[in-house]
């Protein structure tokens, strides 16, 4: 993210009202808590899948490598099923 999307982020945030903020932060925690289920569980899920998680392109998933951060969770590719990359989620603290 640059600092124009950034700043941009930061004014589409000052022109929403106090309930759709408290709305995106309730869907932020439901997000979240797919997540925890997710890694918990031990479910393995596709590049589209977690970008949808995410809210972000499924390219950008693939192109950030097989082992990173997002959050509270460490994100790795485990193994390729077909077309499908399969990519797991493990809680970090």
């Known amino acids: 993210m640059t600092m124009m999307d950034t700043a941009v982020n930061s004014i589409e945030d000052l022109e929403l009202t106090r309930e759709e ?6 869907n932020l925690i439901e997000t979240l808590r ?4 997710i890694a918990l569980k031990g479910y393995l899920i596709t590049s589209s899948e977690l970008a949808d998680l995410m809210d972000i392109n499924a390219s950008a998933v693939t192109s950030r490598g097989d082992h990173w951060s997002w959050r509270n969770w460490v994100v790795s590719r485990v193994r390729r099923e077909g077309n499908q990359i399969l990519w ?4 970090v603290d």
């Open 21 to 26: 903020r408290v709305i995106e932060i309730q």
């Open 88 to 91: 797991q989620l493990e809680r």
């Open 34 to 37: 797919i997540a925890e289920e």
